[in-house]
């Protein structure tokens, strides 16, 4: 099998246990990279992954998948201060917490978008991914 995934997309999405992502997008093995964190958030670790996706392994687009019930909602950048008291050491990383999940897909979007390094950044779509109803629903980047 090449190396090179068949759809010529990535995904971003979060880690939660809950979001079968090959089965939400109707994918199958070889048709996509796959970068998972929690949240979905667009790091620059992420913007390394999607570089080298584009640069170096020929995909073309970005889809980004968060969700609703996420536990990035119930924190707060707190949870660095916290870490910070109990360990003694704050760390370099944003928690990236949010409290709007539509929003939180169009700044990820915006973080595509404004790359530098990807040769198809404007190429991305964001969708918001129900745990209940298990149903994807596309979000606007205009709004
Ligand atoms: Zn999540």
Redesign the pocket.
Known sequence: MDARPVLKVAVVA?M?ARLDLHAALGLELGDCHTIRN??GVVTDDVIRSLTISQRALGTRSVILVH?TG???ESLTEDFRIELEEEVGQRPAWAVEAFRDVDQDVRQSMQRVRTSPFLLHADDVRGFVFDVTTGLLREIDPAR
């Open positions: 979060c939660d929690a949240g969700h996420c536990g990035l």
